[in-house]
């Protein structure tokens, strides 16, 4: 392909159709950006709810010296 120059009015069409195109493409980027942000907003509460349910298990399981002292009883032998 020939590299060729462009007229003064050539340069302007390109640029008005380029225009154009990110003009229409910033709807659907908009929209994509608003999906994307949705998703974070999910994820992040999610995480959040794991964080929380995972505090509640540590505080509601046995300490673990309370498991160490723990020993079953046994009966004194008479000899």
Do not use: C, G, W
Request: proline share 4%.
């Amino acid at each position: 392909m020939e590299n060729q120059e462009l007229t003064p009015e050539e340069i302007q069409e390109r640029k008005e159709k380029l225009l154009t195109y990110y003009k229409e493409q910033v709807e659907f980027l908009t929209v994509q950006l608003s999906y994307e942000k949705l998703l974070t907003d999910i994820d992040e509460q999610r995480a959040k709810r794991v964080q929380i349910q995972a505090a509640i298990a540590s505080m509601l399981a046995p300490d673990e010296e309370e498991e160490v002292d723990e020993q079953p009883r046994t009966l004194k032998r008479t000899k």
